[in-house]
Every structure is written in C-alpha cells, then in structure tokens.
C-alpha cells in the first residue's frame, strides 16, 4: 500500500511540474532533473550544449535525439510513456503523433486524437496475472523444497547403499578367487585322468585302424587274383575289358577308355600299384555289380548296440579272413575259369566283408570326442569312465559352478556399483532438487508423434501409427547451469546430422513435458515445466518501480 501511495505521490509532482512548464513531453521521472528550463540543455551523449528553448522545437539538435524526446523529429530518440496505473515504458520517438495509439494512456498522440486511457484495466489484468504468478512462484517454490528434500535424502541413501555395496564386493572377490583356486585344484586330477583315457581311446582308434587296414590288404589281394586272369602279377586293360563289371556307361561293352580309367589312366597297373590305389577305384564297382554296396549304413538309436555291432563284425571277420585264406589256396591249383564263374566266386569271399567296410567307414566319419579338447565334460555316462574317473569329473563339475556362482555374484556387484557411482556423479543441483527427475520419464503428445523425456538419460521419438522408436539424444551436460540441458548422439538423420535434443526448463507447480518443437532439421527442443528452476519470490526483484 505504501509504495502504491509513494507512487501516487510523484505522479501527481510530475503532473504539477507538467503544467508550470518545467516538465517537456515524453521525459522520465528519472530524468527529470536533467531538463532544467533554467538553464541551457545539455545532450545527454554530452556532445552539445544548446539552449533550452530548442528543446521540443521539433528540430534534431542532439545527435543523440535527447533533445527531442516529445517529437517525432529525431529518429533515434525516445518517448517516455507515463502510463499510470499501468507499466511506465519508452517508445521509439518516430511512433510520437504518427495518429496511432502506442501508450496506453495516449500520451505520445496530439490531444486531438482523443486516444482512449485504458491503462488502469490494462493495469488490472497485468496486476493479476503478476500476482497469479507470484502464487505459482510461491507454490512452485514450496514443492522445490520438498524435491530438494527427496534428492538429499535420495543421494544419502545411495551413499550409503555404495558402502554396504563396496564391503560385499570386496567379500566376494575373495570368495571368487578362492573357488577359482578350488576350480583348480579340481580340475587338474580330471585332467590328468581323462587324457589318460583319452591315450587309451586313441591307442584303441590305431589299433582298429590297423587291424581294418589288414583286412582291406586281403581283400585287395583277392581281388588281385581274381582279376590277374592270365597269373602273370599285372593287370592290363584286355583283362579289364573281359570283365562286365567294369562297363561304367552300361551300354554292354568295356571299352578301351573305361578299362584304362581303372588302370590310373595306363596300359597296365602292377601288383604293388594296385594294392595301393587301384583297387579302391574297382572294389565300389564289384560291390555294386553284387548288389552288395547301399551306401552308409544309418547310426544305431543306442551307443551300446553300437558297441555290440563292432564286437560282432570282429568277430565275423576273422572268420571271413580264413575262409577267404583258404579259398585263396584251393584257387591257386584249379585252372582259370570263365567271367561268369569269376564272379560267382569273389561273391562268395567279399559278401560278408562289404558290410565291414561299410562299418569302418562310418567309424571313420564319426571319431570319438575328444573329452579334453571338448572343454568341460558332458553328463557322466555310466558305460564310459570307470567309478574314480566319474568322482574326479563330479568334483570339478561341482567346483565349476560353484565359481560360476561366485563369478556371477561378483559381476552383479560390479554392474550395481558402477550404476551406484554414475548416478552420484550426475549434476543434480546444488540443494540435489533435480535428483528426483532421475529415473522418470515424461511423455507429450503431438498429431503425429509421442515424445518421451527421460532426464539425464535420454529422449526419444515414436509414431503414433507404428514404427520403430527414434533415439533424438542421450544425456550430454547442462548447457546452461540448471535451465538447459543437451541430450546429444542420438540416432543419425537421412544424409544429415545425429538427432540432439536441448531442454528448457521453467518454473511450475508440476514436472509435465509441455512441448516439442523442431527449429532446426534433426535438432529438437523441449519446454519441460518442474518446481526444481522456480526462485523464491520473496528474494526476487519487484519489478517495475513505477508501479
């Protein structure tokens, strides 16, 4: 009330000075006393001294335009519009008398214009919305000091969550590097036994491989004979041609071209040369020839009837090994026979020794795994290690996980502590009233889009009819202390920049996204309202003093 009375006061000294005509048109209170009429004017740029009569005499003296503050004379003068009731304020002087009402209480026009005084309900509506926004202000400013509270309390929390943190960290680094020693220890018997089992499973693999070898050798060599028709310890292309087996086109002739490919290409293939090559070029062709070769055979369902399917063949072939021995020496007295007859007979020695083959071949398709090479075992089966071994791979198996565990339990550790830490690093305030905007997000919604906020993390874009969501920027800094705030490297545009996002902060009573635009091709900005930015409103300014 006082100062609206003080107010009162000095217009009412000025309008007396007015009217006794010490007062020129368009000048300040404040400037008052640099308008003496008794004296000369001096330009207030200091420039000039003239007299006071060219004062308002519409004629530009001042470079400055002090000296015509109630004309339109000097252009880059100024008016000052009185405006009681209302905000006091300057105009330019080239809007003086120009027949349009500037100031509210038509000062800057001639009398004759009859410009309407509104400045008191102008006034009125100002006054409201001032004191409407000191409520806010007083209100916003009453909520910042409860998120102060929130974020203190929030920091202190996370303090002391990172002790308690930090102390089973460092408890679980021992837990985890003694049981990586347990780990150890336990592996290295295992170790030491399944090589060993491994030695004995490869000395095995060699022993059949041998054994198998010695078999395909007496096969060769039958096959030899019963080829070598004529006895003379070579093969020649007329012996091939005699025999039907080798027509690989199947037209009813073995020709010299056909004959001559299971001879390496030449005219004649020796004994020694055949046991070594040839005569895996030929035996597919007999095997075919008898009906005898049907590819790989299928894989048991079981291991064990795997197992008892090799025990068998073994044994089937020692007895095909001496039957075909001794058939080799009754043929060594008996005469040649005809194509015909040939044939019959190495059906009779190879029937049974196709399906060995075919066995072997799997077997040698399909190794054993090798159970160091392998990495950690698999389940314990009860057939292949014997009792000590299936101890020794339990006990690792156990000290496995239980390393595992205590790894994984130290890396949750670490992953927490270090989101402890980079939170407590962020700039919240220095009362921490921006401390409870950590870990919201805040939506706002255009025709097209849906705009999420996330403080000191992110910002993001997603249409309203579908699509994948849009990164517009990841927390950046404060680019101006506690009011803007840049989110940056979000996604790349189309042949453009990355997405960046600033947000605005301004005082209100709630923390609301309020909108989004886009200035700039990719580069975003936000209004977000939050009690956090209001001021106290009795530490403020008050304004204007005219008022």
């Known amino acids: 009330m006082y100062f609206v009375f003080l107010t009162f006061v000095l217009v009412n000294q000025i309008l007396i000075s007015a009217d006794n005509g010490f007062m020129p048109r368009g000048v300040a209170l404040s400037r008052a006393a640099l308008y003496d009429p008794q004296k000369g004017f001096s330009c207030l740029d200091g420039s000039k001294l003239i007299p006071f009569s060219f004062v308002n005499d519409d004629y530009c003296d001042c470079a400055d335009g002090s000296d015509e503050p109630g004309t339109s004379a000097c252009s880059q003068g100024q008016f000052y519009c009185l405006n009681v009731g209302h905000i006091s304020g300057y105009i330019p002087t080239s809007r003086v008398n120009d027949n349009i009402c500037d100031c509210c209480d038509g000062s800057d ?106 078999l395909a050798e007496g096969d060769a060599e039958s096959l030899f004979k019963l080829i070598d028709s004529n006895g003379d310890d070579k093969i020649d292309v007329q012996e091939m041609k005699a025999r039907q087996t080798f027509d690989k086109n199947k037209d009813g002739i073995v020709d010299d071209e056909e004959a001559r490919f299971f001879l390496n290409l030449e005219e004649e293939m020796s004994h020694e040369e ?34 008892d399917h090799d025990h068998e063949h073994d044994h089937e072939n020692k007895e095909e090994q001496e039957q075909t021995q001794g058939e080799q020496k009754s043929d060594a007295g008996e005469e040649q026979q005809t194509h015909h007859d040939d044939d019959e007979e190495y059906d009779d020695e190879v029937e049974d020794q196709g399906g060995h083959e075919e066995t072997s071949t799997e077997e040698t398709k399909e190794p054993e795994e090798d159970p160091v090479q392998a990495g950690p075992p698999a389940p314990i089966e009860s057939d292949k290690y014997d009792e000590a071994t299936r101890a020794l791979v339990q006990a690792a198996d156990k000290a496995r996980s239980e390393y595992e565990e205590a790894e994984k339990s130290h890396r949750d550790l670490t992953r927490k502590l270090q989101e402890l830490n980079d939170a407590l690093s962020l700039e919240f305030g220095e009362d921490e009233r921006f401390g409870p905007l950590h870990g919201q997000c805040f939506d706002y919604e255009d025709r097209e889009y849906v705009y999420t906020f996330c403080p000191y993390k992110e910002a993001s874009q997603k249409g309203k009819s579908g699509g994948s969501v849009v990164n517009l920027g990841r927390w950046g800094s404060w680019t101006e202390k506690y009011s803007e705030m840049l989110l940056d490297h979000g996604q790349s545009c189309w042949n453009g920049p990355n997405r960046s996002a600033r947000v605005r902060f301004q005082c209100g009573i709630e923390n609301r ?18 009690p956090a930015t209001c001021v106290n409103p009795e530490g403020g300014s008050r304004g204007h003093d005219e008022l």
């Open 513 to 530: 996204l309020i909108s989004v635009t886009e200035p700039s091709r990719c580069e975003y900005l936000f209004e977000f309202t939050t």
């Open 274 to 307: 055949f046991l070594k090559s040839g005569y895996y070029l030929v035996k597919p062709f007999f095997l075919l020839d008898k009906g005898m070769f049907t590819g790989p055979s299928p894989s048991s369902d079981e291991e064990g009837h795997e197992h």
């Open 109 to 214: 026009e001639q009398e004759g214009l009859n410009c309407p005084n509104n400045c008191e309900e102008l006034g009125r509506a100002a006054r409201e919305q001032a004191e409407q926004s000191a409520r806010l202000a007083r209100e916003g400013f009453t909520k910042r000091i409860d998120m102060s509270k929130i974020g203190k309390e929030s920091r202190k929390s996370k303090e002391d969550e990172r002790s308690v943190l930090q102390a089973e960290l460092d408890a679980a680094e021992k837990i985890k590097q003694a049981r990586q020693q347990m780990k150890e220890e336990a592996e290295k018997p295992e170790k030491e036994a399944l090589e060993a089992i491994r030695a004995a499973e490869e000395e095995e693999r060699k022993r059949k491989e041998e054994e198998e070898a010695l």
